[in-house]
C-alpha cells in the first residue's frame, strides 16, 4: 500500500473572525495555523499521548497473540485486560505500563459514563469472542473447519490457512476491526474531542491563563486534544510528518480510504483539523477548536463505513468464485467493521451513524443458523446498502 505523507504542501494560513450559525457571527481570537503538529511552551514541546501509543502497542501484540492457538484463554484475557507489573506481553515495556484496553473499551465520556448497561455489553462481547478464539478455535487448529464445526481452510491457489469457529468468523479480524471501533474510535469522537472532556472543571480558564498540569508543560485542554490524536498517529516515527498505515488500527485504515480516488483527501482533511484544532486552543478560540472537531468526527467514522462495506462487498465477490476461506476473513474484516459503526459520530449531534440495537441487529442477522456458511449475497448488499445511504456515499464507491 502506498504511503500517504501529510502536510508537505500544506501552507501556514491565518484564521481571523471565525464565526458559525451557532455563535451568532461572535468572532474569536485570532487562530494561526500551523504547518505541523508541533506546539510548544518556554522552547519545551507540549505535545504528549504517550499513553495512547502505549495502548496501540498493546493492540499489536494482543491481536497477534490471537492467532496463535498456543496462548490460553487466561493469558489473552490478561492481555486484553493487563495489570500493571503482570507479565503479558514481549515488550517489558508494556508490562510495566498502567494502561490496559479492556478499560478503554467503551469508554468514552459522552456515550458510556451515564451508559454501563451497554458498556459492559460490549466488554463482554470482546470476552466472548476471545474464550471463543480460545476454547473452540484453538482446539480445532489443525482440522477442517465445515459449517457447524471450527477450524481452518485454505485460501484457493495454496494461500493463506484462515481459522474460524463454527459459524465460519475469523474472531481475530472481529476483535482487530472491533477495536478500531471501540476503542481507538470511541475516545478520539466521543471522549477527547468532547466539549464534556475539554471543558472539564477548570480547563478553560486554565488554558486562558496558560495553567499547565503540575509538572507538564501543557495546560489539560491541550493535552485532551494529544491524546486524541495519539489514537490516530500515535505509532508513526515522526507524527509531525505523518505517513499512515504506521499500526494495524485506524492510521492503516484511513491510509487504504485515502488510496481510494472516490475518497481521496480525507487524510489531509483529518491532520489539518488536528492542527488547526490544536493551534485554536492555545489562542483560546473554542469555537474554532469545536469546528474542527466536528470535521474529525465526520470522517474518522467514514473511515469504518467504507471499510466495512468494501469487505462485505469483496467478500461477496469471493463466495461467488467458490474461495470460502478468503471469503470468511474479507467478511470477517467487514463485520469487525460493522460492530464498530456504532461508536461513529454524526456531527452536531451527540448519537452515532448506527445505534447499538441497530449495530446488534446486524450481528444477529449473520450469527443466524450456520453464520457465514449461510449468508447471501443478498444480505451482503442490503446491509451494504443501509450502510452507505445512511452515509452518503454509494456502495460503488467503495470497490476500488
Request: include cysteine; aromatic fraction near 10%.
Amino acid at each position: 500500500m502506498k504511503k500517504i505523507a501529510l502536510s508537505l504542501f500544506t501552507i501556514a494560513a491565518v484564521l481571523t473572525s471565525c464565526s458559525s450559525d451557532d455563535d451568532n457571527g461572535a468572532s474569536g481570537p485570532q487562530v494561526n495555523t500551523p504547518v505541523t503538529y508541533e506546539f510548544s511552551r518556554d522552547g519545551n514541546s507540549t505535545v504528549s499521548y504517550s499513553g495512547q501509543t502505549t495502548r496501540i502497542a498493546m493492540g499489536e501484540e494482543f491481536v497477534t497473540a490471537l492467532k496463535d492457538n498456543a496462548y490460553s484463554e487466561a493469558q489473552l484475557d490478561a492481555m486484553f485486560a493487563h495489570v500493571e507489573g503482570a507479565d503479558d506481553f514481549l515488550d517489558a515495556d508494556l508490562n510495566a505500563s498502567d494502561k490496559s484496553l479492556r478499560s478503554k473499551v467503551a469508554a468514552s465520556q459522552d456515550y458510556f459514563s451515564a451508559n454501563t448497561t451497554d458498556a459492559n455489553a460490549i466488554k463482554t462481547q470482546f470476552d466472548t469472542w476471545i474464550s471463543d478464539q480460545a476454547t473452540n478455535v484453538f482446539p480445532n487448529w489443525n482440522n477442517t473447519a465445515s459449517a457447524g464445526n471450527a477450524g481452518q481452510l485454505q485460501q484457493a491457489g495454496g494461500g493463506t490457512v484462515r481459522y474460524i469457529n463454527a459459524k465460519g468468523f475469523e474472531l481475530n479480524q472481529f476483535v482487530a476491526k472491533g477495536l478500531i471501533g471501540s476503542l481507538m474510535t470511541d475516545q478520539i469522537l466521543n471522549n477527547y474531542l468532547s466539549p464534556a472532556v475539554l471543558d472539564e472543571a477548570s480547563n478553560i480558564s486554565n488554558n486562558d491563563n496558560d495553567i499547565v498540569e503540575e509538572g507538564k508543560s501543557y495546560t489539560t485542554m491541550e493535552h485532551k486534544w494529544d491524546e486524541a490524536f495519539g489514537y490516530l498517529y500515535g505509532a508513526e516515527d515522526d507524527a509531525t510528518m505523518p505517513t499512515l498505515d504506521a499500526d494495524s488500527f485506524l492510521s492503516e485504515y484511513m491510509d487504504r480510504v485515502e488510496a481510494d480516488e472516490d475518497f481521496a483527501g480525507i487524510a489531509q482533511t483529518v491532520y489539518d483539523a488536528f492542527k488547526l484544532g490544536r493551534a485554536a486552543i492555545v489562542a483560546k478560540n473554542y469555537t474554532v477548536r469545536d469546528e474542527q472537531a466536528e470535521i474529525i468526527k465526520e470522517n474518522i467514522s467514514k473511515i469504518l463505513a467504507v471499510r466495512g462495506v468494501y469487505y462485505l462487498q469483496r467478500g461477496k465477490e469471493v463466495l461467488a468464485e467458490g474461495d470460502m476461506a478468503n471469503a470468511f476473513h474479507q467478511l470477517s474484516e467487514g463485520f469487525g467493521f460493522v460492530y464498530s459503526l456504532q461508536f461513529t459520530r454524526q456531527p452536531g449531534t451527540n448519537s452515532p451513524y448506527f445505534s447499538k440495537s441497530e449495530v446488534d441487529a446486524f450481528m444477529a442477522q449473520i450469527s443466524e443458523g450456520n453464520g457465514f456458511w449461510d449468508i447471501t449475497p443478498e444480505a451482503l448488499d442490503a446491509i451494504s446498502t443501509a450502510i452507505a445511504d445512511r452515509f452518503g456515499f454509494t456502495v460503488a464507491q467503495t470497490i476500488n
